[in-house]
């Protein structure tokens, strides 16, 4: 029996914040996404050999977020192997998506089948986390995890790190709008305060539980009434051409909520059935393509499942 | 057949802010609270004959909470009746479990049923609350809701009001340590800063999300883990003398979590067993007594039922 070279993963772009939970709340979608393929080398090195669909992302093993990630995995697995590393991107960088945490994702899980799952899921959310720091500075979680649980992920906790999947209704949608304009993530993120009102706070954690409650017992007025955001939408937003414009779209056409994804430019609307979500798509893109703005618009479930091999 | 003159209500006491919970979490306890009897009269006055249990309560109509609850829901019934009375309190005012909660919750749902049921559970909150604005100046939910709904109640926001219940695991205990110190509550809210970090918040949110689903989910770990509070807790438990030996106690008999009840002294610990609860009870009393304060420490289920006639 031969043992097989070389092992392809796919892992999901993901919608992070999603309104009221800042940093600790994201779910993937179905069919956007990385797909890594790692190929067995002769010596221990990683070498990335491809990488498609996107321009500008760093061949250099110490800067790709992908390679980065393998190297945090073999930190801990002890026994190193080389690998020829080729990367499928259709969720580019910039996003708010999370691009970067697919490709860590697809790296470190693909890694993980290929050498018989020494670690599980949630082990694999660390390492892919040092690709996260690699691309932003910073080690979040809230598109990682999702990324490789699938389903809606709550990151409790950074330290140390606590993240947990929660149900949601099968009949959810989501209607993602991604306007092909950059909003650098160091910006927006320049742009929040560090200090905020207790009173916003309080709003916000009230929505946070509303949204948790709603998706958990099925109660979409509920998941509707608490997709808010006090503290980040008002000042990220204006980074986004037309933002209450498209949020308005949405609402018109029975959205649940609407909000930017990540640091944007992104955005989603959930919904209670395929039908406005596609309704949404509609609109959305019409009014995008009347201003002559690029974009990609597309509808999906709740991605159940997360990163997985092809 | 006679008319029923008279009606007597029960209306628990409450732990709000349940941790991270502030201004959003609350549940009652079962035997602990205010008995409220009401005596049609002749005329259509709401006269306060009696208050036992507490000192210094206002028999003054418009300083009374259970009059300013009444007459704010005959405000909104229309029709007026006068009643006499009678409010038997055990838990006194400044205790931090909700006692003008309970006392008006106790005068609105008795009304409530003694005129047929006009409003619902959820309608009776609003008139509480202005018992709440005159006990404290602020008309907050957290205590009156869950005294009059039952279970864990969330106040997900406050204008417009949106208040609702989660299931809780059946096996939850909590024991309360109310010791006998005067923490006013305008002193416990003038603590708090108006502003918070945003890092701050996010773990607070982190954790909401945490309780919630723990909650929900009957994870006790889980809420345990959740049970945290980065933003109110630092500062209010510095005014309950022997805050963090009490809290040592709790946790090393195997307490889910431990915190401050509203805004303090009373304090409570979560449990996923009589067992536990009662040993709490037990070495907390013991280490109160030593010390020459006097105390009063229960142990309780969730009280599932909320305000109810007796």
Redesign the interface.
Known sequence: MSVPTSIKVFAPATVANVG??????GFPVEKYGDTIKLELRDDDRLVVQEIEGADGIPFETDLNVSTVSMNAFFDAFGDRRGFDVFIDKNIPPGSGLGSSASSSVAAVYALNEYLGIPFTKKELIAFAMEGERAASSKPHADNVAPSLLGGFT????YDPL?V?G?PSPSELRVTVIYPHIEVKTSDAKKM????????D??????????M??GL??G?FD?IG??LQDV?VEPVRSILIPYYEEIKSIALDQGALGFNISGSGPSMFALTRSEKTATAIRKDANEFLSERGIDSMVFTSRINGEGAKVV
Chains 1, 2 share one sequence.
Do not use: P
């Open positions: 009221c939970g800042y940093d600790v709340l709550i990151i409790r906790s606590d947990f929660i929040l305060r560090s200090q905020v009102k207790l009173s706070a309080v709003r916000q954690w009230g929505n946070v539980a509303g948790v409650s958990i017992l109660d509920l009434r608490s503290i």
